[in-house]
């Protein structure tokens, strides 16, 4: 969808996709827009920026090549392979569904930090929220009690179905499953666990073995007992069709099925019933899965799958484990949890990322008979259930609800899954574009006959042209060929607009280098 383009006029080589854009004459690109020869500069018509009224803070703090020259000498290596762009972005001021770098240039965040920021960047509530327990309390354990904890946990509560009402806080999503799979082992008294091929879970020792994606893995010994069924992905995987998902954008792949069954979800069931049959004990601790993957590339399941699912591993005396991690906390629009569209009812639920709009913070909720097991030792956690992180934490609640955002989610992200279906159907690079709410994947391929993924080189070139023209957005998969929409959701129908009009100028130049 190209609605509006503006000619813009550089003020001293600043901002070219800043606030000045508004007073803008539009008119649409045609498609001979660039010579080939000036591909690879940024066209002089471009998306206008919906306008913003927050004025950030001038930036007074270290440079850019002096924070440069400290990652290299100071920071482990590690950080410098995750480091998005060629060049680099630093990053000084955020608001709501905004970023600022340091040299004042605006960006639309259409990532949040990975899927963490979900009311919005330095939110008044939530600011306002923090400051108030940061002059009362910082810290102190659970060994004592305080209010922010307890409130906190009857509001979580309240939200979830039964018998799903024992919470423990943790600090991130990766602690909170590494506590989920001790849990599940010792309530079951069984060891194996079955995770999804592309699955992520997490980093550390633990959470490592359930996490099945080779660039998160380590030559050291993690998955002991941890054991993976082929990923139910109706567009890669070699069973779907067009209406295997809960999405308003299907595959475009053919579907002869009549509307009581489906061939995929079934086939895909029966490669559990081969790991089950196969690869694990007759009986197992249990079975993890995020509602949608979330870093493997948005993956939506053949509805009915997870279903089946889960009655396969309780018959083998598993417990079920929800992800929510990047699903949860309204994100995917239709209901506050992922797990919730696939009308089932975990036995354990592991929530963090939006759980605080980015303060570090963690959860697992379970039934008592669960929570139960984990007394059977002696288990602590510093900063877990920290005053501060309830308090921010109960704040994104309220604000979920009083802002609306939820609701929001599902209006602008079924806008976002609609215009870029249109993309898809226009570019032959774009495989598939799927998701819910603001939670959305666009699978990147070499031509729509081999579906083979884009390669990284041709991805990174899309990636900077967005960036380049205020766009900043994610990547995943397994093989890294899938753009990743996970925004803020405060972001309005506007911004989807002007996201939706840049990916796609940015896909339109990748064509032209390819001519």
Known sequence: MFQAFSRITLPSGKDFFGPVVSQAT??????????????????????????????????????????????????????????????????????????????????????????????????PKVNAAAQKQMGRLWHTTNIYMHSPIHEYAEKLASLLPDPLKVIYLTNSGSEANDLAMLMARVYTGNFDVITFRGGYHGASPYAMGLTSMAAYKYPIATGIGCHTTMCPDVFRGPWGGSRC?????????????????????????????????????????????????????????????????????????????????????????????????????????????????GFPMGAIVTTQEVANALTRGSHFNTFGGNPVACSIASSVLNTIEEDGLQQNSAHVGTCLLTELAKLRDKFDIIGDVRGKGLLIGVEMVKDKVSCEPLPGVEMNEIFEDCKDMGLLIGKGGVYGQTFRIKPPMCITKDDADFAVAVFGLAIQRQMERRL
């Open 245 to 357: 998902r809960d999405s308003p954008v299907q595959t475009i792949r053919e579907c002869n099925c009549s509307p009581d069954c489906c061939h995929a979800k079934d086939m895909y069931v029966q490669q559990l019933k081969e790991v089950l049959d196969t690869s694990v004990s007759q009986q197992i601790a249990g079975f993890f899965a995020e509602p949608i993957q979330g870093i493997g590339g948005v993956v939506q399941y053949p509805k009915g799958f997870l279903k089946e699912a889960y009655r396969l591993v309780r018959e083998r005396g598993g417990v079920c484990i929800a992800d929510e991690v990047q699903t949860g906390f309204g994100r995917t629009g239709s209901d506050l949890w992922g797990f919730k569209a696939h009308d089932v009812v975990p036995d354990i639920v592991t929530m963090a990322k939006g759980i605080a709009n």
């Open 26 to 123: 539009f008119h649409r690109p045609s498609g001979a827009l660039w010579q080939k020869s000036a591909v690879n500069k940024l066209p002089p018509d471009l998306p206008e920026m919906p306008p913003c009224d927050f004025k950030p803070e001038e930036y007074k703090s270290l440079s850019g090549e002096r924070m440069l020259e400290i990652r290299k000498r100071n920071c482990n290596p590690i950080t410098m392979r995750n480091t998005y762009y060629k060049k680099h972005l630093h990053v000084h001021q955020g608001y709501m569904q905004w970023l600022w770098d340091i040299n004042g240039r605006r960006y639309l965040d259409l990532f949040s930090g990975v899927a963490t920021v979900s009311v919005g960047h330095c939110h």
